[in-house]
């Protein structure tokens, strides 16, 4: 990025996640798209507050666009500059995961993007993650379970993005490596997760979530948070890993009827319930795993995505500082400390008389 | 079912199969019949769609209760209505359901628990409240599910049957088959948020959206709001995204679709081809089981279209039979 060219932010904002069948089996949420389109205003006036003067969205038909354009409509009526020049990607809307692909790969080849903001699940960020490339995103969590998206005020997401978009913070400090895990089915090209790959009993994808435990056999996951919900809690709960030390964690998994142990995880919002658990062992990055079951569903942070027959081969692997994040808590903690919202108040040039006009 | 890594039995899943197959063929062949000129008023086909109704239906009995659309076919087969009288009735002869004064859009079988295929956009809605009424004060655990397309959500009716379901917490089912178009309209145009799962969300009820080719995430899905209607949990909402092959109705020129739709939704999102190559990948069922029942539908739709075609028309009488006045 040059001096000259003043940084773009990108926003990718899903609007179909948190609609799965948690809905029904758990107790989740369902974050209405009016809610998702208040998030993108707060995080454009953020944004804007920083400086950033021009910001590209992906294009949905979902409603969060009509929305957002209504509100800066409003705005700029009332003659406010609260909001930064909003434009969207020229590209097709097919209403699918592709969209967020192809947004996340255009943004990525722009080359004068300095950092998307994310709104949605896990699977959002995902896909995101799969396309951006080096450039570092801030994810804000609109979705279901929301292991990888830290949970905070997108206002706040949306002031460290832009301040760290500006250049404002030192890049070491501004933004931070993540790990991922890579599978592989028979060699093809890979399917990546942020958080966790489970491989369960079932050979269909079905309603993608996992709620039935005794199908849980194995599970690898990138950080092992106490305080995270999914699958990654039940690693949380055995042996803790950080999102930011090296490696991750492998598990193997059993009807909690017959195991070893169980643990009392949270898998889903508001679904605490026993998880068998056989065994666990570090992860190192770049080790190949292969799973010991042959046949199965691989899901991706929570979801089934595919499945794999006994004849098929998959390749599981962890990969250290595979992209980059906005460290938001450590860009506020630089903002606060070097005064960097601060302003003093310009001295007036005709001192206001104490009483004008009275 | 320990070895079995689906969620149904082999025998259902071949069901499954068998019910998917006759709606295709039912559609495909009315699609050459209709052509022909001999069958009166509209038909609106449900290919395409044949894995919302069976996924859904596969968890109902006769005790449970559906409320059908302009575009039924699909329903009343996956709910067990029979085939030949269904073919009698589109072809108007009183070997019909209804003995041939309804025609594909008033298709009914209370002993199947089908309360009708119906003409007016969202009708189904309000009626399945009073079924799922019916129904709690039985308590018999039965439920009751309406269907409708993406442009009948729209409709007064759907909203305030489903504000009417929450407050009496009815087992009460709300089935979008959210297709994409309404006749040439389509979704984005007419919906301001085009998550149906937030329209619930709205009357305090619970939303799950699956993508409606996929034939097990409607079975799951499907299964867990029925199971919650069933034990008293209330009413809930399913968008099925699906896709429909043909034109809105029999004669559509589909100026609308874009080039190539309707070849890449057959190519890529046939919902009988997912299901077929994923039982058979996983060697649950074998290809010439398929093929067996592919043979045997065929048979069945040729009999069902040559019964209907030689069978008489109502007479005279019958106009003043059926109805709820007495001459
Ligand atoms: C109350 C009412 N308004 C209008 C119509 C005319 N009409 C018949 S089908 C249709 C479109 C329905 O679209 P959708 O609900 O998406 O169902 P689909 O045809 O796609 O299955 C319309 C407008 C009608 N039958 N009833
Ligand atoms: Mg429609």
Redesign the pocket.
Known sequence: MTSQTPPKVGIIANPISARDIRRVVASANSVQVADRANIVLRALAALAACGIEDVVMMPERGGIATHVLRGMERSNAQGEARFPRLTHLAMPVTGTADDTRRAARMMREAGDIAAIIVLGGDGTHRAVVAECGSVPIAGISTGTNNAFPEHREPTITGLATGLAAMGRVPAGLAFAANKKIEVRIDGGPPEIALVDVALVTDRYVGARALWRTETFRELYVAFADPEVIGMAAIAGLVEPVSRREPGGLALTLAPAATAAMTVCAPIAPGLVTPVGVEGWRRMPAGKLFSPDMAAGAVALDGERELFFDGHQQVAITLQDAAFRTVDVAAVMAYAAREKLLLRHATPALHPVPLLAGA | MTNNPFPLSRDDLLTAYRTMRTIRDFEERLHVEFAKGDIPGFV?LYAG?EACATGIMMHLTDIDRIAS???GHGHCIAKGVDVHEMMGEIYGKATGCCRGKGGSMHIADLSKGMMGAN?????GAPLICGAGLAAKFRGDGGVGLTF??????N?GTVLESMNLAAIWNLPVIFVV???????S?S?EYATAVDSYVDRAAGFGLPGVTVDGTDFFAVYEAAGEIIKRAREGGGPALLECKTV?FFG??EGDAQTYKAKGENEHNRAHRDCLKLFGARVTAAGIVADADLALIDREVAALIDDAVETAKGAPLPGPRELTTDVYVSY
């Open positions: 609106h769609e659309t302009h575009r003409g007016i956009l969202g009708a409708f397309g993406d442009g009948a959500a409709q088959e959210n297709n994409g178009y309404a006749e309209t979704v429909r809105h109705f």
